[in-house]
């Protein structure tokens, strides 16, 4: 059964700084992997999507990257701003059920 | 575009009582699915539809629970009876193809309280 994980569960940091958010799944049989951002109260946002055959995919301060053979990803923000606060999850669709299976994400504080 | 729309946004019922949520996906979008949000267990698939036809329900979790899409621009979920344990966020998802071929976009989702 495909289990994916995120740590940190929260995560606070100063404006500016650079991080990284992790992801990990049980299964590397996957066809791809998605990052996904929610605001609070709001539904989920597509960030980025990562093809199984892909290693990093690259949108303006964000860039994801994936190793399927060790089952990790990771979500690299740049220059982090306060409006980068959110929660951060990870989804991956495995290729034995073909569903989208979600971590439980991370909370992403950005102070001024 | 107005993007995936779900009502109610908020709804607070008595245990036993029958609740409806309602799904516009966007249009020209030929899946539609329906999650469940809790802290608990994150998000979980419960159904999703392709061209209006259910193909996988084993997320719904009893039969309390169903779902109709009975045309492309809408669908609903209803639970009967509502129980506390019901209690959780459920969205509302649509995309062009399948889960993860092309990106899923959310509603904001219906709150849902049972007492």
């Known amino acids: 059964k495909q289990e994916v994980t995120q740590i940190p569960a929260a995560l606070s940091v100063p404006e500016g700084e650079n991080l990284v958010l992790n992801c990990s799944f049980t299964d590397s049989a996957i066809y791809n992997l998605q990052w996904f951002r929610q605001d609070p109260g709001k539904g989920l946002t597509s960030l980025l999507l990562i093809q199984s055959s892909q290693r990093e995919q690259t949108s303006g301060r964000l860039n994801a990257s994936l190793d399927k053979s060790s089952g990790r990803s990771t979500l690299y923000i740049a220059a982090s701003q306060p409006g980068d606060s959110a929660t951060y999850l990870c989804a991956v669709i495995s290729s034995n059920t073909g569903k989208l299976i979600f971590g439980q994400g991370t909370t992403l504080q950005v102070k001024p | 575009d107005a993007g995936v729309i779900q009502s109610p946004r908020h709804e607070v019922t008595e245990m036993g009582q029958e609740v409806t949520l309602r799904c516009k996906p966007i249009?020209?979008?030929?899946?539609l699915f329906w999650y469940r949000q809790t802290m608990m267990r994150g998000l979980e698939l419960l159904i999703y539809?392709?061209?209006?036809?259910?193909?996988?329900d084993s997320g719904m979790p009893e039969d309390r629970f169903s779902a109709k899409m009975p045309n492309a621009s809408f669908s609903t979920l209803k639970i009967q009876p509502s129980e506390p344990r019901d209690s959780a966020v459920y969205f509302c998802a649509s995309s062009l193809g399948p889960q993860g071929g092309s990106p899923l976009h959310f509603g904001n989702g219906t709150r849902l309280t049972v007492t």
């Open positions: 539809f392709n061209n209006n036809v259910p193909i996988d």
């Open positions: 249009s020209g979008h030929d899946y």
